[in-house]
Protein backbone atom coordinates (compact mmCIF):
# COMPACT_ATOMS: atom_id res chain seq x y z
CA UNK A 1 0.00 0.00 0.00
CA UNK A 2 2.51 2.44 0.99
CA UNK A 3 4.77 1.44 -2.09
CA UNK A 4 1.28 2.80 -4.28
CA UNK A 5 0.63 6.40 -2.20
CA UNK A 6 4.59 7.14 -3.05
CA UNK A 7 4.10 5.90 -6.87
CA UNK A 8 0.77 7.96 -7.25
CA UNK A 9 2.92 10.96 -5.57
CA UNK A 10 5.58 10.81 -8.06
CA UNK A 11 3.09 10.46 -10.44
CA UNK A 12 1.66 13.64 -9.59
CA UNK A 13 4.99 15.64 -8.95
CA UNK A 14 5.83 14.72 -12.60
CA UNK A 15 2.83 15.11 -14.22
CA UNK A 16 2.61 18.65 -12.60
CA UNK A 17 6.12 19.62 -13.47
CA UNK A 18 5.36 18.41 -17.39
CA UNK A 19 2.34 21.25 -17.28
CA UNK A 20 4.38 23.93 -15.43
CA UNK A 21 6.70 23.47 -18.65
CA UNK A 22 4.09 23.70 -21.14
CA UNK A 23 2.42 26.45 -19.05
CA UNK A 24 6.03 28.47 -19.26
CA UNK A 25 6.11 27.85 -23.04
CA UNK A 26 2.78 29.67 -23.36
CA UNK A 27 3.25 32.63 -20.83
CA UNK A 28 7.11 33.58 -21.39
CA UNK A 29 8.52 32.68 -25.07
CA UNK A 30 6.72 34.38 -27.53
CA UNK A 31 3.92 32.92 -30.42
CA UNK A 32 6.84 31.26 -33.01
CA UNK A 33 8.29 29.26 -30.45
CA UNK A 34 5.61 27.48 -29.77
CA UNK A 35 5.81 24.99 -32.49
CA UNK A 36 9.14 24.01 -31.41
CA UNK A 37 8.68 23.97 -27.81
CA UNK A 38 5.28 22.73 -27.01
CA UNK A 39 5.85 20.05 -30.01
CA UNK A 40 9.33 19.07 -28.96
CA UNK A 41 8.13 18.55 -25.55
CA UNK A 42 5.02 16.30 -26.12
CA UNK A 43 7.44 14.08 -28.07
CA UNK A 44 9.98 13.69 -25.70
CA UNK A 45 7.47 13.29 -22.51
CA UNK A 46 5.42 10.62 -24.77
CA UNK A 47 8.49 8.81 -25.50
CA UNK A 48 10.27 8.53 -21.86
CA UNK A 49 6.50 7.39 -21.12
CA UNK A 50 6.05 4.64 -23.33
CA UNK A 51 9.94 3.35 -22.92
CA UNK A 52 9.33 3.12 -19.28
CA UNK A 53 5.99 1.18 -19.69
CA UNK A 54 7.17 -0.80 -22.40
CA UNK A 55 11.15 -1.63 -21.46
CA UNK A 56 11.22 0.03 -17.68
CA UNK A 57 11.19 -2.88 -15.80
CA UNK A 58 14.04 -4.81 -17.80
CA UNK A 59 16.69 -1.83 -17.31
CA UNK A 60 18.00 -1.88 -13.88
CA UNK A 61 20.87 0.93 -14.02
CA UNK A 62 20.22 4.38 -12.13
CA UNK A 63 22.44 5.92 -15.19
CA UNK A 64 19.70 5.48 -17.49
CA UNK A 65 18.29 8.93 -15.51
CA UNK A 66 21.58 10.43 -16.97
CA UNK A 67 20.75 8.85 -20.62
CA UNK A 68 17.19 10.22 -20.35
CA UNK A 69 18.61 14.08 -19.21
CA UNK A 70 21.12 14.13 -22.20
CA UNK A 71 18.39 12.90 -25.09
CA UNK A 72 15.89 15.25 -23.47
CA UNK A 73 19.00 17.88 -23.71
CA UNK A 74 19.51 17.15 -27.57
CA UNK A 75 15.62 17.87 -28.29
CA UNK A 76 14.59 20.44 -25.56
CA UNK A 77 17.60 22.57 -24.48
CA UNK A 78 20.15 22.77 -27.43
CA UNK A 79 18.01 24.26 -29.81
CA UNK A 80 17.97 27.10 -27.56
CA UNK A 81 21.79 27.58 -27.80
CA UNK A 82 22.90 30.27 -30.09
CA UNK A 83 25.06 28.02 -31.77
CA UNK A 84 21.43 26.53 -33.08
CA UNK A 85 19.33 29.08 -34.02
CA UNK A 86 18.44 30.11 -30.55
CA UNK A 87 19.59 32.31 -27.49
CA UNK A 88 17.12 33.76 -25.72
CA UNK A 89 17.93 33.30 -22.06
CA UNK A 90 14.08 32.67 -21.07
CA UNK A 91 13.77 29.84 -23.66
CA UNK A 92 17.22 28.35 -22.27
CA UNK A 93 15.87 28.21 -19.13
CA UNK A 94 12.71 27.01 -19.92
CA UNK A 95 14.02 24.22 -21.89
CA UNK A 96 16.31 23.04 -19.06
CA UNK A 97 13.21 22.95 -17.11
CA UNK A 98 11.79 20.54 -19.40
CA UNK A 99 14.87 18.49 -19.89
CA UNK A 100 14.44 18.17 -15.76
CA UNK A 101 10.77 17.43 -16.26
CA UNK A 102 11.77 14.41 -18.80
CA UNK A 103 14.04 13.05 -15.99
CA UNK A 104 11.52 13.21 -13.18
CA UNK A 105 8.68 11.46 -15.14
CA UNK A 106 11.39 8.64 -16.00
CA UNK A 107 12.23 8.46 -12.32
CA UNK A 108 8.68 8.28 -11.32
CA UNK A 109 7.66 5.98 -13.80
CA UNK A 110 10.54 3.67 -13.96
CA UNK A 111 11.69 3.76 -9.95
CA UNK A 112 10.74 1.04 -7.52
CA UNK A 113 10.74 2.45 -3.88
CA UNK A 114 11.69 0.42 -0.97
CA UNK A 115 9.31 -2.16 -0.13
CA UNK A 116 9.85 -1.72 3.72
CA UNK A 117 10.50 1.18 5.92
CA UNK A 118 14.07 1.90 5.57
CA UNK A 119 15.96 3.57 9.06
CA UNK A 120 17.16 6.55 8.93
CA UNK A 121 21.38 6.83 9.85
CA UNK A 122 22.87 9.49 12.03
CA UNK A 123 24.70 12.55 11.45
CA UNK A 124 27.63 11.21 12.25
CA UNK A 125 27.17 8.17 10.23
CA UNK A 126 25.99 10.66 7.09
CA UNK A 127 29.59 12.84 7.55
CA UNK A 128 31.75 10.05 8.22
CA UNK A 129 30.10 8.59 4.67
CA UNK A 130 30.60 11.94 3.04
CA UNK A 131 34.11 12.25 4.45
CA UNK A 132 35.25 9.01 2.64
CA UNK A 133 33.84 9.91 -0.15
CA UNK A 134 36.12 12.97 -0.49
CA UNK A 135 39.36 11.06 0.67
CA UNK A 136 38.31 9.17 -2.45
CA UNK A 137 38.25 11.65 -5.15
CA UNK A 138 40.97 13.78 -3.55
CA UNK A 139 43.13 10.67 -4.17
CA UNK A 140 42.31 9.86 -7.41
CA UNK A 141 42.50 13.85 -8.53
CA UNK A 142 45.97 13.72 -6.74
CA UNK A 143 47.91 12.55 -9.80
CA UNK A 144 46.46 14.57 -12.40
CA UNK A 145 46.64 17.66 -10.15
CA UNK A 146 49.95 16.78 -8.87
CA UNK A 147 50.98 16.35 -13.10
CA UNK A 148 49.65 19.73 -14.10
CA UNK A 149 51.73 21.41 -10.90
CA UNK A 150 54.58 20.00 -12.20
CA UNK A 151 54.52 21.71 -15.43
CA UNK A 152 54.25 24.73 -13.96
CA UNK A 153 50.32 25.54 -12.79
CA UNK A 154 49.53 27.68 -9.82
CA UNK A 155 49.44 26.41 -6.59
CA UNK A 156 45.80 27.48 -6.02
CA UNK A 157 45.04 23.57 -8.06
CA UNK A 158 45.44 22.65 -4.62
CA UNK A 159 42.16 24.47 -3.62
CA UNK A 160 40.66 21.42 -4.78
CA UNK A 161 41.37 19.22 -2.64
CA UNK A 162 39.29 21.52 0.34
CA UNK A 163 36.16 22.24 -2.14
CA UNK A 164 35.60 18.15 -2.25
CA UNK A 165 35.49 18.32 1.64
CA UNK A 166 33.41 20.91 1.33
CA UNK A 167 30.88 20.05 -1.07
CA UNK A 168 30.66 16.28 -0.22
CA UNK A 169 30.46 16.79 3.25
CA UNK A 170 27.53 19.64 2.76
CA UNK A 171 25.66 17.04 0.54
CA UNK A 172 26.37 14.80 3.56
CA UNK A 173 24.21 17.16 6.05
CA UNK A 174 21.48 17.44 3.44
CA UNK A 175 20.96 13.84 2.57
CA UNK A 176 21.12 13.39 6.38
CA UNK A 177 17.86 16.20 6.41
CA UNK A 178 16.07 14.72 3.70
CA UNK A 179 16.78 11.19 4.31
CA UNK A 180 12.52 11.15 4.67
CA UNK A 181 11.77 11.18 1.61
CA UNK A 182 14.16 8.99 -0.19
CA UNK A 183 11.57 6.59 -0.28
CA UNK A 184 10.37 8.47 -2.97
CA UNK A 185 11.48 8.86 -6.72
CA UNK A 186 10.93 12.30 -6.80
CA UNK A 187 12.43 12.86 -3.37
CA UNK A 188 15.75 11.44 -4.41
CA UNK A 189 15.57 13.50 -7.37
CA UNK A 190 15.62 16.43 -5.23
CA UNK A 191 18.54 15.22 -2.55
CA UNK A 192 20.57 14.37 -6.19
CA UNK A 193 20.04 17.70 -7.51
CA UNK A 194 20.60 19.31 -4.27
CA UNK A 195 23.77 17.28 -3.67
CA UNK A 196 25.24 18.08 -6.88
CA UNK A 197 24.94 21.71 -6.46
CA UNK A 198 27.15 21.23 -3.19
CA UNK A 199 29.49 19.44 -4.81
CA UNK A 200 30.20 21.33 -7.92
CA UNK A 201 28.91 24.76 -6.27
CA UNK A 202 31.85 24.03 -4.33
CA UNK A 203 34.45 23.66 -6.77
CA UNK A 204 33.11 27.15 -8.26
CA UNK A 205 36.09 29.57 -5.80
CA UNK A 206 38.58 26.96 -6.49
CA UNK A 207 38.49 27.02 -10.42
CA UNK A 208 37.83 30.74 -10.38
CA UNK A 209 41.43 31.47 -8.29
CA UNK A 210 43.23 28.59 -10.73
CA UNK A 211 41.91 30.93 -13.68
CA UNK A 212 42.76 34.28 -12.09
CA UNK A 213 39.02 35.30 -12.75
CA UNK A 214 36.89 37.48 -10.07
CA UNK A 215 34.40 35.02 -8.45
CA UNK A 216 30.79 35.18 -10.20
CA UNK A 217 28.22 33.95 -7.40
CA UNK A 218 25.36 33.46 -10.37
CA UNK A 219 27.60 32.32 -12.69
CA UNK A 220 28.67 29.26 -10.40
CA UNK A 221 25.19 28.96 -9.24
CA UNK A 222 24.11 28.29 -12.52
CA UNK A 223 26.44 25.37 -13.34
CA UNK A 224 26.03 23.92 -10.28
CA UNK A 225 22.64 23.35 -11.02
CA UNK A 226 23.11 22.12 -14.78
CA UNK A 227 25.55 19.44 -13.29
CA UNK A 228 23.69 18.73 -10.19
CA UNK A 229 20.82 18.56 -12.42
CA UNK A 230 22.05 16.02 -14.77
CA UNK A 231 24.63 14.26 -12.62
CA UNK A 232 23.39 14.40 -9.29
CA UNK A 233 19.67 12.48 -9.80
CA UNK A 234 21.11 9.10 -11.39
CA UNK A 235 23.88 8.90 -8.55
CA UNK A 236 21.03 8.72 -5.84
CA UNK A 237 19.26 7.00 -8.18
CA UNK A 238 21.30 4.25 -8.09
CA UNK A 239 24.41 4.57 -6.09
CA UNK A 240 23.40 5.39 -2.00
CA UNK A 241 21.08 2.61 -1.05
CA UNK A 242 24.13 0.12 0.16
CA UNK A 243 25.86 2.73 1.66
CA UNK A 244 23.13 3.60 3.24
CA UNK A 245 21.90 0.26 4.55
CA UNK A 246 25.39 -0.11 5.96
CA UNK A 247 25.22 3.34 7.37
CA UNK A 248 21.83 2.52 9.02
CA UNK A 249 23.52 -1.03 10.61
CA UNK A 250 26.47 1.05 12.08
CA UNK A 251 23.79 3.48 13.74
CA UNK A 252 22.08 0.88 15.20
CA UNK A 253 24.89 -1.42 16.57
CA UNK A 254 26.01 1.53 18.58
CA UNK A 255 22.72 2.51 20.18
Given at each position: ????????????????????????????????????????????????????????????????????????????????????????????TIGFFGVQAAVLLWAALWWQGPGEEQSHISLRSALRYGLLVALGFSAVAAIPILLILLS?????????????????LSAAILFWALQGIDNLAVGRYLIGVLGGICVYGAMGPAVAIFDHRAFDLRENFILALVAGGFVGPALALNAYDIPKARLAKRSRAKV
Amino acid sequence: MKQRENAFIDHMVAAAAMIVYFALVVLFLPSSEYGRALGTGVVTFAVVFFVARKFGSRIRSGFSVMAVGFGATAVLWMPTFPAMGGGSDRAATIGFFGVQAAVLLWAALWWQGPGEEQSHISLRSALRYGLLVALGFSAVAAIPILLILLSGDSWALFLVFPAYFVGFLSAAILFWALQGIDNLAVGRYLIGVLGGICVYGAMGPAVAIFDHRAFDLRENFILALVAGGFVGPALALNAYDIPKARLAKRSRAKV
